[in-house]
T-cell receptor, first 115, second 111 residues
Framework: DAGVIQSPRHEVTEMGQEVTLRCKPI?????LFWYRQTMMRGLELLIY????????DSGMPEDRFSAKMPNASFSTLKIQPSEPRDSAVYFC?????????????FGPGTRLTVT | GEDVEQSLFLSVREGDSSVINCTYT??????LYWYKQEPGAGLQLLTY?????DMKQDQRLTVLLNKKDKHLSLRIADTQTGDSAIYFC???????????FGKGTRLSVIA
């Protein structure tokens, strides 16, 4: 398997623009997580899905952020409008599901810079 | 709330042992993890320990868990330059629930 795939790997945009980050989880995985990594706050959960349904979005900073999972193989994280404080590395992770699952598999991340 | 603390930097000489420490707050966590992040890459699971264990050894890696003090450590024996990376401590109930991460310890290995 190719692992978790994220695109783009780098995104530079101007304040006020819409940004869309994409994630393809590992095939067969039932859970998908979006985390954000900043120097100040470290890695924080934004939202996670089970079988394409959002389970917990309490980490989404504000209404400017939205996430969707239209099918089992694709998820998007959208920021509209973007602000400089959104600059961070955004990671997508997936896991298999089932009671014995212990590991989350991370994608390479998208480094977002908002100027 | 949940919190995971770890020191930010560690520097060791090649061939020495490295010990990275972590404290956590959620005593009901089922798993404690060590993830490794190399420059420009995502996080890769290095090792994990189930909460009812005290120790786990995997080749050069030794994980010690003190549940009473909520303290987790990772020992890397015979540290190599390829071990230079950021190491994240994390806690969670399973791989299917959100993990809570520390801010990461940057390990620098000096040749």
């Amino acid at each position: 398997d190719a692992g978790v795939i994220q695109s783009p790997r780098h995104e530079v945009t101007e304040m006020g623009q819409e940004v869309t980050l994409r994630c393809k989880p590992i095939s067969g995985h039932d859970y998908l997580f979006w985390y954000r990594q900043t120097m100040m706050r470290g890695l924080e959960l934004l939202i996670y899905f089970n079988n394409n349904v959002p389970i917990d979005d309490s980490g989404m900073p504000e209404d400017r952020f939205s996430a969707k999972m239209p099918n089992a193989s694709f998820s998007t994280l959208k920021i509209q409008p973007s602000e400089p404080r959104d600059s961070a590395v955004y990671f997508c992770a997936s896991s298999l599901g089932g009671t014995a699952t212990y590991e989350q598999y991370f994608g390479p991340g998208t480094r977002l810079t908002v100027t | 709330g949940e919190d995971v603390e770890q020191s930010l930097f560690l520097s060791v000489r090649e061939g020495d042992s490295s010990v990275i420490n972590c404290t956590y707050t959620d005593s009901s966590s089922t798993y404690l993890y060590w993830y490794k992040q190399e420059p420009g890459a995502g996080l890769q699971l290095l090792t994990y320990i189930f909460s009812n264990m005290d120790m786990k050894q995997d080749q050069r890696l030794t994980v010690l868990l003190n549940k009473k003090d909520k303290h987790l450590s990772l020992r890397i024996a015979d540290t190599q330059t390829g071990d230079s990376a950021i190491y994240f401590c994390a806690e969670g109930y399973s791989g299917n629930t959100p993990l809570v991460f520390g801010k990461g310890t940057r390990l620098s290995v000096i040749a």
